[in-house]
């Protein structure tokens, strides 16, 4: 039985799922599910509203009502699966016994923004560049990123049809390094939406150039359909490069485009 507490309340018609409130909440409450921000679990919010100076639009307040009660070992379980520091208010991670499959809530920690060394600027050898990652940030689903994310900025956007990535052997040593990465799949995701977040990743940030790339199947040729509707939508352009990929690996071409 819940008990009547303060909570984080989200308001999902002013929330654009930026994900900025996320790395606010220390106890790893919110996560963004859906292009939304929620509130994984009741045991994880303190409801002490730490995280409410950080969401720009103003979708979270703090409301009471009934819920479990706040459980410290529950977050501590939480964060050191999610890699993140445990506060030092919280019981010691060391003398806990972490059982995973034991902790409530489904937030997926995939969502949350990261911001990561790539492998070729940490000491790994030039000789073996090829077989390390070059990937500087997370998420890289286009679903998941948002516009606001400070990786963006002044970009250099690789914007990747999902299969590409498999197709092309030297794509993180000659493509990834320097860029900033958003994937997916025209033919089975939401085109309009694709044509929604990449126009708000446009208008918002001073991208330096986009590079496209799809596979040469037909279905996957809308990538650059739906950048080209995007650049509408937002009212600007921005220097692209389109490259079609091979199934067997090969760059088939390399054109610029003007959108």
Known sequence: MGVIRKMIKVDEEKCTGCGLCVPGCEEGALQIIDGKARLVSDVYCDGLGACLGECPE???????REAEDFDPRAVVEL???????????MPDPASLRIDKKARPGGGCPGAALKTMTPCQQANVPVSEASAVSNL??????????PPTAPFLKDADLLLTADCVAVALPDY??????DKVVVMGCPKFDDAQDYVERLAAIIARNDLKTITVMEMEVPCCSSMSVILERAMAKAGRSVATT???????????????LNL
Do not use: C, F, K, N
């Open 172 to 177: 993180h040593a000659r493509y990834v390094r």
């Open 136 to 145: 500087s940030h997370w998420p890289v689903q286009l679903r998941l990123v």
């Open 58 to 64: 103003g979708a979270l307040s703090v409301e009471e």
């Open 79 to 89: 964060l050191t699966e999610q890699g993140r520091t445990v506060p030092e208010h």
């Open 242 to 256: 389109r490259m079609i990929i091979a199934r067997d690996g090969r760059v088939l071409s390399r054109e610029s």
